[in-house]
């Protein structure tokens, strides 16, 4: 399956991220967690295919996907924002990503928040948020995306933690050792990881050593 759909709005997120609304195809369904492969419909970018999780409902008119534009190099996301209202993207059949396996720890590093938006929200829409948290590591206070949203959602339940700035409200340093220590209570529930691959497989390694199931630790393969 690929259909061609256009972007019917553009929000600015943070300095780097954008949620794009596009078009829903007829019959187009989804499951909070997966993903589909994007392209830009130009003649030098169609081809050059990127995984994106949905960032929408599935229930929604429209679907959406919460993007971190890379400037630094000429590739796929700094060209995503570019794009303005009205241009189109190519999607295809949507793919298994995150699934949600019941009430755990989400733990996001940066743009790695965005598999985790679908779940959280519909959680909230169904009145299932309740006894999940969030740890949620960004470099700074203005890379925290949705942090409003995620306020409301979760409450007191979600954490934020900053990796290269002194004298915020929020705690610095990295989600290692001793920060899941300190603050995960259960290491029987199930842990929603996401975010650079280091990181993936750091925080996996380290729930394993502290009693998590292995099978009980999900992120993107």
């Known amino acids: 399956m690929e259909a061609t759909v256009k972007i019917l709005s553009i929000r600015e997120v943070t300095h780097d991220v954008r949620s794009y609304r596009i078009g829903k195809p007829s ?25 994106f999780t949905f960032t929408a409902l599935n229930e929604w008119t429209e679907l959406e996907f919460t993007i971190k534009s890379y400037r630094d190099h000429d590739g796929v996301t700094k060209e995503l924002g570019q794009l303005q209202v009205g241009d189109e993207l190519i ?36 009145g299932a948020i309740k006894g999940n948290q969030l740890f949620f590591s960004n470099k700074t206070s203005a890379d925290i995306i949705l942090k409003d949203e995620l306020d ?12 290269r700035e002194d004298g915020s409200k929020y705690p610095k340093g990295p989600i290692d050792k001793d920060f899941l220590v300190r603050n995960v209570t ?26 998590a199931s292995p099978d009980a630790v999900v992120f993107e393969k």
């Open 27 to 51: 019959g187009y369904q989804f499951i909070p967690g997966q993903a589909t492969d994007v392209s830009i419909n130009s003649p030098k970018w169609k081809e050059e295919r990127r995984p």
């Open 91 to 126: 999607i295809r059949d949507v793919w298994g990503a995150i699934a949600y396996k019941g009430e755990g720890y989400f733990i996001a590093g940066g743009a790695g928040i965005t598999p985790f938006l679908a779940i959280l929200r519909q959680l909230h829409h169904d």
């Open 152 to 163: 409301t959602i979760l409450g007191a339940n979600v954490h934020y933690v900053l990796t």
């Open 186 to 211: 259960d290491f029987t529930k199930p842990f929603y990881i996401c975010g650079p691959d280091k990181m993936i497989s750091d925080i996996s390694r380290l729930l394993t050593e502290l009693g």
